[in-house]
């Protein structure tokens, strides 16, 4: 029984880097699902890179940098029907210098992760406006929360709080002509490739996992399977939202064993 109604639905699936990444598990259980799936990758070199994984799916490169590719990706993607959703599973941040203070944040650096990390999600909807089926689905990946002040995810935050504000004012513009939703899953801190290469996200990963309510990390699959409900039928009374996937980590930081793990290491007092 397809209980998503997915089954024979088409979705552009964008940001897949590997198999670690929520990109490629939502490619997995939409195929699982028999839904169509057409991936957009970043470079010419990550297309090379994944397309024999992939297949049969077919995969197009898109630097979002590039308001150019991402109006050529609207007219290549016209030529497959009618789209039932999108993806947007891309974000990056120039850490190269290593973590400092937020007030210490480069222009230069802020105004490229803005760029790619949000404004792509607004330009690739409106390239695909005129290609989405009515009632189409689009999914961003988000955090958990963009107001805790975790120093290893650097100025990230605040990039990702203009994503999610830019998911409601999707939602509200897109449903002056079209039926097509917009959402977010805010993910906790999750074990993937981007993720290593943030500085101290390791410690900050394993805080995570000791503070959900079950005691084991947050799986990317779960993830994934957010984002899937998102994009089914199953959830079409959800609009403009961020569901938080965190395994309950988020109202857990007064966790017992936490608190005594924390004072039996001298900090308290």
């Known amino acids: ?19 670690k990444s929520v990109a ?37 490169v898109c630097d979002v940098e590039k308001p150019e590719e991402i109006a050529a990706l609207g007219d290549t993607l016209a030529t497959h029907g009618p789209l039932d959703g999108l993806v947007h599973s891309i974000a ?3 850490f190269s ?3 400092r203070p937020f007030d210490e944040t480069e222009r230069a650096d802020f105004l490229q992760a803005i760029d790619i990390s949000c404004y792509s999600l607004v330009a690739l909807a409106r390239a695909l406006k005129p ?24 100025y990230m935050a605040p990039i990702k709080a203009a994503l999610d504000s830019a998911v409601v004012f999707l939602a509200k513009s897109f449903s002056t002509t079209t039926s097509v939703r917009f959402n977010a899953v805010k993910a906790g801190p999750l074990k993937t490739s ?23 990390a947050l799986k990317t699959e779960e993830v994934a399977s957010t984002a899937v409900f998102l994009l089914s039928p199953r959830s079409s009374g959800i609009n403009g939202q961020g569901l938080v996937v965190d ?3 988020g109202f857990n930081f007064f966790d017992r064993e936490i608190v ?4 039996a290491g001298g900090s308290g007092s």
Request: hydrophobic share 45%; glycine share 8%; charged share 20%.
């Open 131 to 154: 290609h989405f089926a009515r009632d189409a689905s689009v999914v961003t990946i988000s955090i958990s929360s963009t107001t805790i002040a975790a120093e290893s995810y650097g």
């Open 92 to 94: 990056f941040a120039n």
């Open 97 to 99: 210098k290593g973590l």
């Open 260 to 263: 005594k793990r924390f004072n």
């Open 194 to 216: 981007a993720s290593a290469g943030i500085p101290g996200y390791l410690d900050n990963y394993l805080y995570a996992e000791g503070a959900t309510l079950r005691h084991a």
């Open 247 to 249: 395994a309950g980590m």
């Open 24 to 60: 490629w598990h939502v490619h997995k259980q939409l195929r699982e699902c028999g839904a169509e799936v057409i991936h957009v990758v970043r470079s010419a070199e990550r297309k090379a890179q994944l397309e024999s994984a992939l297949a049969p799916s077919p995969v197009y």
């Open 1 to 19: 029984m397809d209980f998503l109604g997915l089954a024979g639905k088409r979705f552009v699936v964008t940001g897949v880097a590997n198999k």
